[in-house]
């Protein structure tokens, strides 16, 4: 005997339940839209629709109004740590709002960045986050000669009319040197990230400028490629051979930061006692470390969400135009600096 196929329940099934038109369940379960009938009533489909079991149709809705419902999200490095709270910021927000989020990893690398939009295009993506962006971006260049709806996030391009949500940097990087000049350092040294990206050119560019207008030395720089652990002991090392001093170093993000601390552990130097150090970021379990170490901290989860708005907001047309939000960092002393040593 065979078995009898299980009616499949559709939304007039629910709506006959609750006994309301079945336009008033689409709009219940449309994140979308569900803001145009009471909670109560919200609560009262979804309780009916879990009761029969009903889920909605994903790829009819999308045919039906134009609209696939995923957006896409480009990541440099998934292994940095500054990232995993800007993509769960992006996802939930998303979510709530009915949209699949495709998240890729570029390694820094623009073929891949590029590949990874091609793929992301091919599966109808309704627009993209871009969090790989450098200064000159060919990758934000293909987004606006294709009318690809996009947002920038964390990193800016050299461009003007783009939406994105970045870091105010030159607040960040201000309360950083007040904290060091206020320990009465005045041999500070950066080590700087990669150039092409606005994250280590205007971090950089901030250090360099408040340093000139406190009539400091503003040389004792070393540039890195990437923002890495190696990268960071590699630069201390240059640094320490070419100049040794400096009493407290800045570092443009917190991994950095990390690899100039093991570099300092091989030639026999203490951190603060011998040389401060600033990170940038504020990445999980620097309080756990010996010593704790004293950082600037992102908003990151705000980010990804205010990203993930703005997006949704130029994708369904109620976007009022380009606009760069720069979300405030706050600095979290730890035990990495102290006074100057003599």
């Given amino acids: 005997m065979t078995r009898k196929a299980k009616k499949k329940v559709t939304i007039r099934d629910v709506a006959n339940l609750v006994d309301v038109h079945h336009s008033t369940v689409s709009r219940a379960l449309s994140p979308r839209k569900r803001d145009q009938i009471s909670p109560a009533m919200v609560k ?12 909605q149709n994903i790829v009819a809705s999308s045919l039906k109004q134009n609209c696939s419902f995923a957006i896409g999200v480009l990541i440099p490095d998934l292994m940095n740590p500054v990232f995993p709270p800007i993509i769960r910021g992006i996802q939930d927000t998303a ?13 820094d690398e623009q073929v891949k960045e590029r590949d990874a939009l091609r793929m992301m295009q091919g599966r109808s993506i309704d627009g993209v986050i871009i969090a790989t962006a450098r200064r000159t971006d060919p990758v934000v260049e293909e987004c606006i000669d294709n009318d ?21 940097e030159d607040f960040g990087i201000r309360a950083v040197l007040d904290h060091l000049v206020s320990l009465k350092h005045t041999h500070i040294a950066h080590i700087a990230g990669p150039q092409h990206a606005s994250t280590g050119y205007l971090r950089a560019k901030a250090v360099s400028d408040y340093l ?3 009539g400091l030395r503003y040389d004792l720089v070393e540039t890195t490629d990437r923002f890495t652990i190696e990268e960071g002991e590699r630069a201390f090392r240059k640094l320490l051979a070419r100049d040794n001093s400096f009493t407290a170093i800045v ?13 300092m552990k091989e030639v026999g130097l203490l951190v603060p006692e011998n040389i401060s150090i600033i990170g940038y970021d504020d990445i999980l379990f620097l309080e756990r470390m010996n010593p704790a170490l004293t950082t600037v901290l992102l908003p990151k989860y705000e980010m990804g969400s205010h990203a993930t708005r ?18 405030q960092p706050r600095l979290v002393i730890r035990n990495s600096t102290a006074v100057a040593s003599r």
């Avoid at 009262?44 to 029969?52: D, R, S």
């Avoid at 979510?95 to 390694?107: M, S």
């Fill in 95 to 107: 979510e709530a709002l009915g949209f699949t989020v495709i998240t890729a990893n570029t390694d």
């Fill in 212 to 214: 000139r207008s406190h």
């Fill in 44 to 55: 009262k489909v979804e309780h009916a629709a879990k009761k029969l079991g009903y889920y």
């Fill in 251 to 263: 570092a443009a993000n917190d991994l950095l930061a990390l690899g100039c601390m093991d570099a």
């Fill in 148 to 168: 690809i709806p996009f947002v920038l996030v964390n990193r800016s391009v050299d461009r003007d009319g783009v939406n994105a949500v970045v870091i105010d």
């Fill in 310 to 327: 703005t997006l949704l907001e130029i994708i369904s047309g109620e976007s009022n135009g380009p606009e760069v939000l720069r979300m």
